[in-house]
Every structure is written in C-alpha cells, then in structure tokens.
C-alpha cells in the first residue's frame, strides 16, 4: 500500500505503477523523477523506508493522489459508440435476446494470475486510484474470456466514506479497516456530507472513461456503487462484522442519526453514479451487500426508501441533464422477507440481482417477467466442482429463470482461489445452454 507518511505520496504511488503495466515512464526514468520528488528509494517496485505493509489512504489526500497522476482526456459520453454486444443491456430493458448475457461480480481480481501479478507492484487503493492500472485490471476478464458480456469498472464501495472524509485501510488478512470508525452520533459532525465529486472521485471517472475507450464498443461498461446501509455498516463496525451488532445499535437507539447519515450517503451515491454516466457507464449496479443483516421492520425503514430514491433520483437526474438513461441493477443480498422482492421489482431499477439463496423459479414466480429482469445466482462456491458439474448446474439454473429478461451471474463473487478455466466453463455453458434452449423454443413455435 502507500507509504504511511505524507512525503511523497503522490510520487510513490505513481512510481510504483510504472511496474509491469507499460507505464509511459522507464524503470530508470521512474526511479529519477521519484528521487526528483524527494522519494527514498530501497528497491524498485517495493516500498521506500518507513512505508506502512497495511497500507492507507487518508481522505485529505484523495484528490492530490489523483491529481499527481497522468490526466485523462475524457471523451465526451455522446461520442461513444453504443456497445456492438448489446445482450446485457437488452436483458436489463426487458428486450428480447437470442441468448442469456454472462459475466461475474469480482470478475476482475484476485482468482486471475495476471491480477495477482499487477498486485505485486501496487497496493488495492493504490490501483483502484490510477487510471491506467484500474483500466488494465477492468479489462483483463474480456482479454481472457473474450465472449464475456460486460465488464464492471475496477474499484471499490469504500471510496465514498473515502470522500467523506474518513480514512480506510485495507488490511492483509482482515480486509477494509476504519481505524477511526464512527462511534455515536456526534461523530457525524465530522464528516464531509458535500464532497467536490470531482476532486474527490475524478480518478473513478477516469477510470470509467478510459475504460469505456479501451474496450473499443466490444461490451457494455458496467459502474457501481455500494447501497447507503452498507457503507453505514462499513463506517459505524470499522470494518467487516458477522454481527452488524453497533451500526443495528444506531438504528434502534439513534434512529435520526442513522436516518441523516443514510440520506447523505444516498445524496452523495446519486450524483456519483450520475457522474459514472456521463463518463461513460452504461449500466449502473447498486450494492446493498448487507441489506440481508437487517430484519423486515428494518429494512423497510432504514434500507428499501433510500435504494428507492437511488434509482428514481439517477434517472430524473440523467434525463434532466440530458444524458443517456441507462438500466439500473439492485443487490440486496439475502433480502428475502415476504414482500421484499416484489417491493424491489415495484420500484425503478430494470434488474434485480439475487443471491443463491432462492431457487431461480421462485423468484421468476416473485417477480414477474412484465416487471423486472433478474440476475444471478449460482452459488459461487459451485465453481470448485468440475466444468462438467458447472455445466449441469448452470443448465438447471437458466432452465429456472428462463433465457429472457434474464442476465447469468454467482449470487455474490468470485473467490480468489477460484480457478479460471471454471470461470470459464460457467461462461460457455450460460451462453451455449441459453443459445440451445432458445433455438428449441423458436422450432417448437
């Protein structure tokens, strides 16, 4: 990660992505300007003394870390040429398609050899910040399984509480840590409710933009974010709980405080998916990853209204600013409860994703075709059975959905010491299972 130090951060962290990514500078050049900057040099590619091994970024740096950076030049979003594999966005509209679309959620990560190569040489927030390595790794899926069907920006839930002014560490063996977490209400002073997008996030949109150059119209570009009561939970735990035990304390004994916190968050997730499309996105994910964590009564209280406003907001805000309006995806995972579902599928996001908790043909019964598609929802964990057992499952699942208004996905991601070639083997069976159970239904008519 970066350097625990103020000194130099901006230069350390672009000169350690100048490693196996074919950055414009040498390794030589690289060492000069950096020794140039002020930077301590131990060896190339490792850290200078004093640097953290869990390392952080503090809020305050966020922009200037971007800033150091090479610029972008952003092409504007009505220049792009619409996707040439429009499947996913036509599953999501509720378009007919001759097969089922597929990819994964983390299908950019640890499970790929050439990621865990990049890693080598740049810590997680590190990449997610640099345009360049983040458009690699969004793109390394697509360049090895080619028949993929999106690809979703690389990036992070965490960099909204990033921008809001509270620091994250990710931590080897621990994951996301808030080393100053949220602890009761007049903590909420301290954060920033308004952030400067642009100064804060620019490197997401970089990101977006490039990524949405890079991929040459091949597939749709997929932008995301995660849900308000998720991020809450993230900012109040300090990092990832089993129990969700203090950010449910603050819902039940400061419900005005939590309310105020969740509707900031939903104000600051609008615009940033807003600004993800007129980057260029073209599909937009909402992650409620710990909506299941809640009961109904709270649920429907302090979750369901701000996933709600999410959806309905971005898309006055698209048309209002004129800029494509794009399908909308909900996850709540594990969100189950009488009611809940049909709510979701009532509301403005085109698709719901769902986990492998429920069989796809009760939630094809749930949610009616007429009113939402579904994503989803093998067990990812079925990706450590042989391809041929993948394909059985995969034949099973599609058969539940149906090959319409359908998009193929794990019901939640892949695990890093998946094996790609099963990665693989559920993207082939999706497509040739979907395209064969088609072609049977268009004889029988």
């Not at 060492?31 to 953290?52: D, M, N, R, Y």
């Not at 983040?134 to 080619?146: D, G, M």
């Not at 965490?158 to 602890?183: C, H, K, N, S, Y």
């Not at 594990?334 to 429920?358: C, F, M, P, Q």
């Amino acid at each position: 990660m970066a350097p625990s130090s103020d000194a130099g951060q901006t230069s350390w962290a672009s000169l350690t992505l100048a490693v196996g990514v074919g950055a414009v500078l040498g390794a030589a050049a690289a060492v000069a300007a950096a020794k140039t900057s002020g930077v301590e040099i131990s060896e190339f590619g490792k850290a200078p003394k004093g640097a953290a091994t869990a390392g952080r970024l503090k809020p305050d740096e966020s922009g200037a870390m971007a800033a150091g950076r090479r610029k972008v030049k952003r092409v504007p979003v009505e220049d792009f040429p619409p996707a040439k594999n429009d499947l996913l966005l036509r599953a999501a509209r509720g378009e007919e398609t001759e097969r089922v679309p597929v990819w994964m959620h983390r299908q950019a990560g640890r499970y790929l050899p050439e990621f865990r190569e990049l890693r080598k040489h740049a810590d997680f927030f590190t990449m997610c910040q640099d345009p360049e390595l983040a458009t690699e790794v969004t793109l390394q899926p697509l360049e090895r399984f080619p028949t993929l069907d999106a690809v979703i920006v690389f990036s992070d839930i965490l960099v909204i509480p990033q921008a809001m002014g509270m620091e994250v560490q990710m931590v080897p063996g621990r994951g996301p840590v808030f080393p100053d977490r949220l602890v009761d209400p007049a903590d909420l002073d301290r954060l920033n409710f308004k952030p400067d997008m642009e100064k804060t996030l620019g490197y997401v949109y970089d990101v977006v933009n490039l990524t949405r150059q890079r991929v040459k119209a091949r597939v749709p570009v997929i932008g995301f974010s995660g849900a308000p009561f998720t991020l809450m939970g993230y900012m109040i735990e300090g990092g990832g709980s089993k129990t969700m035990s203090k950010v449910k304390a603050w819902l039940y004994c400061h419900p005005e405080a939590s309310k105020k916190l969740l509707q900031a968050l939903t104000d600051i997730i609008i615009e940033y998916l807003v600004g993800k499309v007129r980057a260029g996105a073209q599909l937009l994910e909402v992650f409620e990853s710990s909506g299941g964590d809640l009961g109904p009564e709270l649920y429907d209280e302090f979750s369901h209204p701000y996933l709600c406003q999410i959806a309905t907001k971005v898309k006055a805000e698209l048309r209002a600013q004129g800029l494509p309006e794009v399908p909308m995806t909900v996850f709540a995972r594990n969100v189950r409860h009488e009611g809940a579902l049909e709510k979701l599928a009532d509301s403005e996001y085109d698709t719901l994703s769902l986990d492998w908790n429920i069989l796809p043909e009760v939630a094809r019964r749930r949610v009616s075709i007429k009113k939402a598609s579904l994503q989803g929802n093998l067990d990812p964990c079925a990706l450590y059975a042989s391809p041929d057992r993948i394909r059985a499952l995969v034949q099973d699942m599609v058969k539940g959905f149906g090959t319409q208004r359908y998009i193929a996905n794990l019901g939640h991601g892949m695990l890093p010491d998946h094996d790609p070639e099963h990665a693989h083997a559920l993207i082939l069976a999706v497509q040739e299972v979907s395209a064969e159970m088609n072609k049977k239904t268009s004889q029988a008519n």
